[in-house]
């Protein structure tokens, strides 16, 4: 069992930036792909970036040169530097970790970009 506690959301103006930390409550950083997903009202959970044990990152195209997913792996901790945040980008953002059949996830944190 893989208990994720996700924090660093807030409001943020256009423009702005925020870094979004996940820490596990045991060691990731063997095994587990880390994640980061996004829901929006109305749509569907999406995912935004990942990184592999052996530090492989993928992104969603609409993030892609704005975010950045990174992992801590002695702190047992992911985080997601948002740069250049877009109202679009309003969502509950979501830590998850897998491993085979296993797959966790945080209770997610809102992040509000807004004027």
């Known amino acids: 069992q893989v208990q994720l506690v996700e924090s660093g959301g807030g409001l943020v103006q256009p423009g702005g930036s925020l870094r979004l930390s996940c820490a596990a409550s045991?060691?990731?950083?063997?095994?587990?792909?880390m994640g980061w997903y996004r829901q929006a009202p109305g749509k569907q959970r999406e995912l935004v970036a990942g990184?592999?044990?052996?530090?492989?990152?993928n992104y969603a195209d609409s993030v892609k040169g704005r975010f950045t997913i990174s992992r801590d792996n002695a702190k047992n901790t992911v985080y997601l530097q948002m740069n250049n945040l877009k109202p679009e980008d309003t969502a509950v953002y979501y830590c998850?970790?897998?491993?085979?059949?296993?797959?966790?996830w945080g209770q997610g944190t809102q992040v509000t970009v807004s004027s």
């Open positions: 998850n970790a897998r491993f085979q059949v296993l797959n966790f």
């Open positions: 045991r060691s990731i950083s063997s095994s587990f792909i």
């Open positions: 990184i592999t044990p052996g530090d492989t990152t």
